[in-house]
């Protein structure tokens, strides 16, 4: 399975301005995903991140307000724009790496724990 | 996205098996079912995952119903580290898709 070191681990920001989390993994993959997990509530995708094209967007999330790059097949990085304190989450990041027979295993980083004041 | 389906919480003593149900009725026949599950202040980990058969690994076992529609993940053994909350998913045979979480099961340990 992949490793994946996300950073920073946690931050504190105020609000309207932006910060860039990043996400790295030993090894290279084609899927790339960024979730969102609010205070007490389960995990929802923001996007999906392929090398070489434009992230996919989920229902209710935009690019103006979270652009991600991925400049090659080993990194990321999400960026929460113009923050509000709506925006306080742990922001994680997640790889689907080949695994037996013809399923895919998920390796996910250890967040980023985001507090807008 | 086929929906799971499963208890907002469930509660267990230590050193006792423990079964969590998941309710999966629209799966197709190409779904995979995958649990992970997320310590306190982690992000998730993969448990295991099955398509027709039973499974099992060095944390669990997966029981699958005969027609698909439901399965139980099996800890033989609780210990306190095993308090998670727990994800059952499905994701299509297809390739690499995205993982859509539900709400999951928070299962407590006693002590």
């Known amino acids: 399975s992949a490793v994946i070191s996300q950073k920073p681990s946690r931050d504190i920001c105020q609000r309207g301005t932006s910060l860039t989390i990043q996400c790295q993994v030993d090894s290279q993959v084609t899927m790339m995903f960024w979730y969102r997990q609010q205070p007490g509530q389960s995990l929802t995708l923001i996007a999906t991140?392929?090398?070489?094209?434009?992230?996919?967007?989920e229902s209710g999330f935009v690019i103006d307000k979270f652009p991600i790059s991925r400049p090659n097949l080993t990194f990321s990085t999400l960026t929460v724009s113009n923050m509000s304190p709506e925006d306080s989450s742990i922001y994680l990041c997640?790889?689907?790496?080949?695994?037996?027979?013809?399923?895919?295993?998920?390796?996910f980083g250890s967040g980023t724990r985001l507090t807008v004041v | 996205d086929a929906k799971t389906t499963q208890p907002n919480s469930m509660e267990s003593n230590e050193e006792e098996p423990v079964h969590l149900p998941c309710n999966h009725s629209?799966?197709?026949?190409?779904?995979?079912i995958h649990w992970y599950r997320q310590l306190p202040s982690q992000g998730p980990e993969y448990v295991i995952h099955?398509?027709?058969s039973n499974v099992n690994n060095r944390m669990a076992s997966l029981a699958i119903a005969e027609d698909r529609k439901s399965s139980t993940l099996i800890l033989h053994r609780a210990t306190l580290r095993d308090a998670a909350v727990y994800y059952c998913i499905l994701s299509t045979i297809q390739g690499a898709q995205k993982l859509v979480f539900g709400q999951g099961t928070r299962l407590t340990i006693n002590p």
């Open positions: 099955g398509l027709t």
């Open positions: 629209t799966i197709s026949g190409t779904d995979y």
């Open positions: 997640s790889v689907a790496v080949p695994g037996a027979g013809r399923t895919y295993g998920y390796t």
């Open positions: 991140a392929n090398q070489g094209s434009e992230a996919t967007y």
